[in-house]
T-cell receptor, first 115, second 110 residues
Framework: GAVVSQHPSWVICKSGTSVKIECRSL??????MFWYRQFPKQSLMLMAT?????????EQGVEKDKFLINHASLTLSTLTVTSAHPEDSSFYIC???????????FGPGTRLTVL | GQNIDQPTEMTATEGAIVQINCTYQ??????LFWYQQHAGEAPTFLSY????GLEEKGRFSSFLSRSKGYSYLLLKELQMKDSASYLC???????????FGAGTQVVVTP
């Protein structure tokens, strides 16, 4: 099956620093990847759609200057949380779209804690 | 507005059957997905329906009625490891973007 990895699996950082999260499709090429955020006991909220070779599409209310997305290759998308604050602490999950079939497979997630 | 509704929690005993309903009202429809998510982990794909009817995959089955905006996930022969949150998600267009329901926490008791 399709495998998606994320790195790091968890990170603790100080307020004001930037954190980069990588999402890789290991055994397939993904022209489209998605970034989600999940707060405790809540569902997944889509943050942005990442398209290889073009600018990401952000959902309403998501600050594009704070959450920088780069999809430089068909197997890698990165999310950088800039100037992180405690309210950015969350579980960040990426998914990659597999075609044909259009199923999305999720990475294992990255737990970010901002002190 | 756009809504995807599913019950918050369901409890069932080991070996039993549980049916998780999902109703949706979205601006577009291009398929409905069910995912399982254990606490602290990412969702794993269970099933996908784009046409009306029942899709069966081992102990899990999923049903879709597009005219009613309704789907259900049926879990048979429940096992303790099935205790998890089950997420209903609608894909609204061919771009692949999914809108998730809040999830149904299934608790399996001995």
């Amino acid at each position: 099956g399709a495998v998606v990895s994320q790195h790091p699996s968890w990170v603790i950082c100080k307020s004001g620093t930037s954190v980069k999260i990588e999402c890789r499709s290991l055994d397939f090429q993904a022209t489209t990847m998605f970034w989600y955020r999940q707060f405790p006991k809540q569902s997944l909220m889509l943050m942005a759609t990442s398209n290889e070779g073009s600018k990401a599409t952000y959902e309403q209310g998501v600050e594009k200057d704070k959450f920088l997305i780069n999809h430089a290759s068909l197997t890698l998308s990165t999310l950088t949380v800039t100037s992180a604050h405690p309210e950015d602490s969350s579980f960040y999950i990426c998914s990659a779209r597999v075609t044909p079939g259009d199923t999305q497979y999720f990475g294992p997630g990255t737990r970010l804690t901002v002190l | 507005g756009q809504n995807i509704d599913q019950p918050t929690e369901m409890t069932a005993t080991e070996g039993a059957i549980v049916q998780i309903n999902c109703t949706y009202q979205t601006s577009g429809f291009n398929g409905l997905f069910w995912y399982q998510q254990h606490a602290g982990e990412a969702p794993t794909f269970l099933s996908y329906n784009v046409l009306d009817g029942l899709e069966e995959k081992g102990r899990f089955s999923s049903f879709l009625s597009r005219s009613k905006g309704y789907s259900y996930l049926l879990l048979k022969e429940l096992q303790m490891k099935d205790s998890a949150s089950y997420l209903c998600a609608v894909r609204q267009n061919s771009w692949g973007k999914l809108q998730f329901g809040a999830g149904t926490q299934v608790v399996v008791t001995p």
